[in-house]
């Protein structure tokens, strides 16, 4: 398998000792995203719910292509690819 680099938004990096960029292995989004949480526990319930759904604030892009714009079941990550994971700030 080959790596993918995947890009935390700031706000987010709090939660991964503020490592903003590092990379994991290719595979489905969910497998990639199980890596995430294993290498950053702290970061799973602020990315999935119970279930292991994307929370309604967080977006998730593979490449330029927003997750929630793209077939759900099975969403492979290629290798070599980019996934970058934003939050929604609140303020005003």
Known sequence: MSDVQVTLSAPLARFAA????FTVHSGTLDEVLAQIHTRHPQLQK???DGAGKVLPFVSIYLG?????DLPADGLTVPPRSS???MSAVAGG
């Open 18 to 21: 503020n490592e903003r960029n």
């Open 46 to 48: 602020r990315l999935v």
């Open 83 to 85: 996934v970058l994971i």
């Open 64 to 68: 330029e292509d927003n997750v929630r």
